[in-house]
Nanobody
């Protein structure tokens, strides 16, 4: 059974940092691209970052502030978020696809999400 389990969401002040984790079960990083997406109420799900074969991709809105990384030994992907802004507030999801994309369509496996709230 494939499972993606996110953790690390929290309430943080603007300018602060958080690191999200996405632990993978039933699939391996060698064969899948892992993406981070976010969704806030009333908005569409937005691609934030993805990583595939150690190559990272970022949405313009987070470039320079967020860093995606992976640990093949732990089969886990991380999203380090610095200089957080109130507009970063959302539920963050990780997802797995056969190739890299910042669009949600190609992703067939999704985690349950973790809440990130940035206060001003």
């Amino acid at each position: 059974e494939v499972q993606l389990v996110e953790s690390g969401g929290d309430l943080v002040q603007a300018g602060g940092s958080l690191t999200l984790s996405c632990a993978l079960f039933g699939i391996t990083l060698e064969k899948y691209a892992i993406g981070w997406f976010r969704q806030s109420p009333g908005k569409e799900r937005e691609g934030v970052s993805c990583i595939s074969s150690q190559v990272a991709y970022y949405a313009d809105s987070v470039k320079g502030r967020f860093t995606i990384s992976s640990d093949n030994a732990k089969n886990t992907v991380y999203l380090r978020m610095n200089s957080l802004k109130p507009e970063d507030t959302a539920v963050y999801y990780c997802a797995a696809a056969l190739g890299p994309s910042l669009r949600p369509g190609p992703y067939g496996y999704w985690g349950q999400g973790t809440q990130v709230t940035v206060s001003s």
